[in-house]
């Protein structure tokens, strides 16, 4: 049976999950600004749901940050 612990992740990899979230919060933002200038009830509707899916994508990924949290190196490499 094989042992399923997690290794660390490596710098170049949590810097790409940081820069991942700072996207999607962007993303979010944009959309939240388009829902409140459109009396477009349509569009409302889309962004509602792609902020929704958005902020489903940046939990998923401060919570991998966070699992690996206990891996990261304590001093720089």
Do not use: F, W
Not at 3 to 17: A, N, R, V, W
Not at 18 to 28: G, K, Q, R, T, W
Request: aromatic share 2%; charged share 15%.
């Amino acid at each position: 049976m094989q042992s399923t612990q997690m290794q660390g992740l490596s710098g170049k990899e949590l810097e790409y999950i940081a820069d991942s979230i700072s996207n999607e919060d962007l993303l979010i933002k944009q959309l939240a600004a388009t829902v409140g200038s459109t009396q477009n009830s349509d569009v409302r509707q889309i962004c509602m749901q792609h902020i929704q899916s958005h902020t489903q994508h940046m939990e998923s990924l401060t919570q991998l940050l966070q699992q690996h949290q206990q891996y990261a190196p304590t001093s720089p490499q």
